[in-house]
């Protein structure tokens, strides 16, 4: 693993604070009806995708699935315009037409947020599939919920993969539930990313709640795709701290079980390494900390004063 | 005593087929098993196998021999040597020419097309191919990809060659796994790529329909417009012959139903060039409804390798004056052939609409000439629930209400799942002498 730079270090925890603040702040706007249909939040599981962030280069792809606030977030694009979708607004990144659960942002190769469960595991093999057929030597990463692990789709889009040695990254975020199935009760067999062995995919598990375990594991699996030896398989082990979506009171999991893993805290633990280096100071990071509360403010400003899509929005886009 | 070898028919749709090899010589002894010739059919090359054994007493036709119609005798075969026949190397009997020329204007292949004077008539199923080629040689973003496209030269033989022009990166066969490679193809297109997806028969499209539609369809609206899939989805469609309810299904007003796709359905090489074409070049997801019986049907074409036709636009097939079939696809022959018998004897004068396009809708063109003609009758292979038919009802009821002289009829399949027997399958599908009884139910005769 390439030794990280104090600017490194708080580029993670900015970005895993930013997101957290975000989502709670989704959270809030729900209840007040500012947000509707379906939210699903990513507090919790803030690492996985800061930590793959610290691997990527400008021109891979990522698609992911619904629950995709902090993906955006961590791929840099604008939480304003980010909220503004959450709340409707023709600011948003799909102009109010797709919502929490189908964001894009083109230009920063961000494929999505996809509302099926397994759908975005087919597609972003075909983006992996586009790299290699233009030889750009860039890479998709491809996310995936431990509840689609058990979608056809997936193994469909396993065998293309390897057959065709595409250069896809899978990156399982196991947070233990499906909804509200836990994943021993949805899941035979033992660890999900043994079930890319049946198509000669290699892959690991590994501690998505340490960021620097990711950060290891995603830049040697980054590696392994890029150089064109085929897909590869990682399963980060997370745990999503709010119910399924906002409407989920989590009932199926104990108070016990949820506060073993607020205990080891994802943003704790970086926040304890930049304080055990000294790369900054517990007053910095308050400071740091301030900037982005103010920051979500601010993106929460944008989008209550954005507009409403205008009625003839409702038949553009359909076809181009 | 001989027994009489026939012309086998070796698939589902094959009325006829070509003598591409003796593999036995008159004369010879052959035992049950042995392959005694190569035959190609509509779909492939494959060989015969003697089912008796005995001596070929003679062979009916000669390697080359096109167009040899299904239980037709192809050799003889006696059951003790007859001294009389001499092992001969290439003295056949002389084939029957008559014969040949009276089956060449029916269904053909390929192959056969090449020997055509007339250049410019070819098969349904090479126009296809003819126009991917084309569009493959223009724009290398172009790309097939399906099961038995490549090494196979296609199920139905409409993939014939590309692999031999374009190599395995531009041409490459899958596995059997439609919802798969349904995605793959989606998630390229969205990144920019042009995929040509061939469904072996768009009956396995339904293994793959969420990523048509909760993907390929909605993608472009639910990014604001950020991002769109150029692509298009083909195959045959619809009925086969006696392939049963799992193979025969018609999906126009499936797909047709959903914004943000677009549906064709061609019905002569002429409109499957044009709309192909027209398919492949648009930045939008589009269905493109092929059928198998038409892959054989022969039809003049323009060379113009920029000729298409745009979407949304009827072709007026045949004008008339006195009732409108609108109709699309394999129905639009049959139309065609009622719309002759109703001159003949009932002396009407009928227009026949060929939407070729199903989603956008030519909806002036229907209208016009119900404006015209006052009657309409509308035909097509699909359920009667809510079918294409269904759609052009409520359009002329809503725009042409105050002209119309009758009830429309709407000649759909039956609302049953295809059933296997031969003559259930009759009675299952619209035939010319429902459309004649439909056009003069609304003719009042």
């Known amino acids: 693993m390439k030794k990280l730079s104090k600017a490194d270090h708080l580029k993670i925890f900015s970005y895993m604070l930013k997101i957290r603040r975000f989502e709670e702040r989704s959270a809030q706007l729900y209840g007040m009806g500012h947000i509707g249909g379906f939210c699903h939040l990513y507090i919790g599981q803030e690492a996985v995708v800061v930590g793959v962030l610290m691997t990527i280069k400008k021109n891979d792809s990522v698609v992911t699935t619904y629950r995709d606030h902090g993906h955006m977030i961590a791929r840099g694009l604008n939480p304003k315009k980010i909220m503004a979708e959450l709340t409707g607004r023709s600011d948003g990144y799909s102009a109010g037409k797709g919502g929490s659960m189908h964001m894009f942002s083109k230009e920063n190769n961000f494929y999505g947020g996809h509302g099926i469960v397994g759908a975005q595991v087919p597609i972003g093999t075909g983006i992996a599939f586009t790299h290699k057929y233009n030889g750009d030597k860039n890479i998709c990463r491809t996310y995936i919920g431990d509840g689609a692990m058990n979608n056809g789709q997936v193994f469909e889009a396993f065998n293309l993969a390897a057959l065709w040695q595409l250069p896809v990254l899978y990156i399982i975020e196991n947070n233990k539930y499906g909804m509200g199935t836990a994943v021993d009760r949805a899941a035979a067999g033992s660890h999900l990313y043994k079930r890319g062995e049946a198509f000669g995919i290699k892959g690991e598990i590994l501690d998505g709640m340490n960021v620097y375990s990711v950060i290891k594991a995603a830049e040697k699996a980054g590696e392994y795709v890029r150089s064109g030896k085929g897909p590869y398989i990682l399963e980060v082990q997370t745990y999503r701290y709010r119910g399924h979506s906002m409407s989920d009171p989590a009932k199926y999991r104990t108070k016990d079980e949820l506060e073993k893993y607020k205990n080891s805290d994802p943003i704790e633990i970086v926040k304890e390494e930049i304080l055990k280096k000294k790369i900054a100071s517990k007053k910095e990071l308050e400071k740091l900390n301030k900037e982005i509360i103010e920051e979500i403010k601010s993106a929460v400003d944008f989008a209550l004063e954005s507009n409403f899509p205008s009625s003839e929005e409702l038949y553009t886009d359909v076809y181009i | ?445």
Request: hydrophobic share 40%; aromatic share 6%; net charge negative.
């Open chain 2, 1 to 445: 005593m001989s027994t009489e070898i026939l012309m086998p028919a070796l698939s589902p749709t094959m009325t006829e087929g070509n003598l591409t090899k003796w593999l036995v010589k008159e004369g010879q002894e052959i035992k049950a098993g042995d392959v005694i010739a190569e035959i190609e059919t509509d779909k492939a090359t494959m060989e015969v196998e003697a089912v008796d054994e005995g001596f070929v007493e003679k062979l009916l036709y000669k390697e080359g021999d096109i167009n040899i119609p299904v239980n037709k005798p192809i050799a003889l075969i006696s059951s003790e040597k007859d001294s009389s026949i001499e092992i001969k190397d290439k003295k056949f009997e002389k084939s029957s020419k008559k014969e040949i020329n009276k089956t060449k204007e029916s269904n053909s292949n390929a192959q056969e097309v090449n020997k055509d004077p007339n250049k410019d008539t070819i098969t349904m199923r090479q126009a296809i191919r003819d126009t991917i080629a084309e569009e493959m040689r223009k724009e290398k973003k172009v790309f097939i990809l399906g099961e038995e496209v490549a090494e196979y030269q296609g199920a139905y033989k409409v993939t014939q060659g590309l692999l031999d022009e374009f190599g395995k990166k531009r041409v490459i066969d899958t596995p059997i796994s439609e919802h798969g490679f349904t995605g793959l193809a989606v998630g390229a297109a969205f990144k920019g790529l042009i995929p040509i997806v061939e469904f072996m028969t768009f009956n396995f499209s339904m293994q793959a329909i969420d990523q048509i539609i909760n993907s390929a369809a909605k993608t472009l609206y639910m990014s604001g417009g950020q991002i769109n899939c150029p692509i298009v989805f083909r195959g045959p469609n619809g009925a086969a012959a006696q392939v049963a309810a799992q193979h025969s299904q018609d999906f126009s007003s499936w797909y047709a139903h959903v914004p943000g796709l677009k549906v064709v359905s061609p019905s002569t090489p002429l409109n499957a060039k044009g709309l192909l074409r027209e398919a492949i070049r648009d930045p939008n997801p589009v269905i493109f409804l092929e059928n198998e019986i038409l892959y054989g049907l022969k039809g003049e074409i323009l060379s113009d390798e920029n000729f298409t036709i745009p979407f949304g636009k009827a072709n007026i097939a045949k004008e008339g004056k006195d009732t409108t079939i609108v109709t699309y696809s394999i129905m639009l022959h049959k139309s065609l052939e009622a719309a002759k018998i109703l001159q003949e004897k009932h002396n009407l004068d009928i227009e026949v609409i060929d939407l070729q396009s199903l989603r956008p809708l030519d909806s002036e063109t229907i209208i016009n000439s119900v404006k015209k003609t006052n009657r309409i009758v509308t035909v097509e292979e699909s359920w009667p629930f809510a079918s294409i038919g269904s759609e052009i009802v409520n359009l002329v009821q809503k725009n042409a209400f105050d002209y119309l002289d009758a009830p429309i009829i709407k000649i759909n399949s039956a609302d049953v799942p295809m059933p296997y027997s031969s003559e259930l399958e009759k009675l299952y599908l619209p035939q010319i002498d429902d459309i004649v009884k439909a056009v003069k139910e609304v003719n009042y005769i």
